[in-house]
């Protein structure tokens, strides 16, 4: 796994004063993956990915992204470097269009020319089911749609590793599918996933391992059917007692 690690993590913490969110973690992830990641909530995935991205900086451990070290460099260069990242509470700029907000990544990221990025948009914005929306104000799109728009966001800088936070709460069945359907396609194009997601039948279809942290720490690892059958699992993400 190592010598293929698109991602590597060694012994991350962050703590926010005495508090240690994330404790001393270390884990892989290899080239075309999809990582799920699990715990109850504030159990640091957001923080985890916050210092992947390096929206925060942690106190000690290291990163690399394809074998040279990230923790040095700012968020836009990892942008550059690859990573992209949905939020939870999507971020659009509000006052530009949908198809706007996707031209700030493929250009500034993904370095594409004005021609490129107008095709490589209306591609991504077809796959997100936004296409209708392309002219509409972010601001003014419904949560759904935002929602769409953030993941759009992040796959219009064309990323090699994507970071997904909690992106299928909320949506109908239907709309559920649709979003394991499109996350499968932007796998199969060679894109490396890690997905933090509290709806489990999504996850666990497509995830082919996951990471459990409790309070920071990780308690396990494994393929979805191993790390679910875990007593420890159970017993803190799913309150069941042996
Ligand atoms: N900027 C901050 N300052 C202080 N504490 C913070 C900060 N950000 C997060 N925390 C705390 O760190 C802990 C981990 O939060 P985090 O958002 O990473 O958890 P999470 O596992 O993503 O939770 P959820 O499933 O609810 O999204 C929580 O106790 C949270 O209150």
Redesign the pocket.
Known sequence: MTDQAILSAKGLTKR??A?T??EDVSFDVGRGEVLGIL??????????F?LISGD?AANSGELSLDGSPLRAEPPFKRCKRGIGRTY?VPQPFGAMTAFENLLVPAMMSARMSEAEANDHCAEVLRDCGLLPYANTAAGSLTLLNRKRLELARALAGRPKLLLLD?IAGGLTEAEGAELVGLVRRVRDQGVTIIW?E?VLHALMAVANRVMV?NF?VKIAEGTPDAVMQDAEVQRVYMGIEA
Not at 39 to 48: D, F, I, Q, S, V
């Open positions: 926010f004063g508090l969110v994330v715990g109850p909530n504030g159990a640091g995935k957001t923080t985890l916050n925060l939870q909690e933090i509290h942290l920071g």
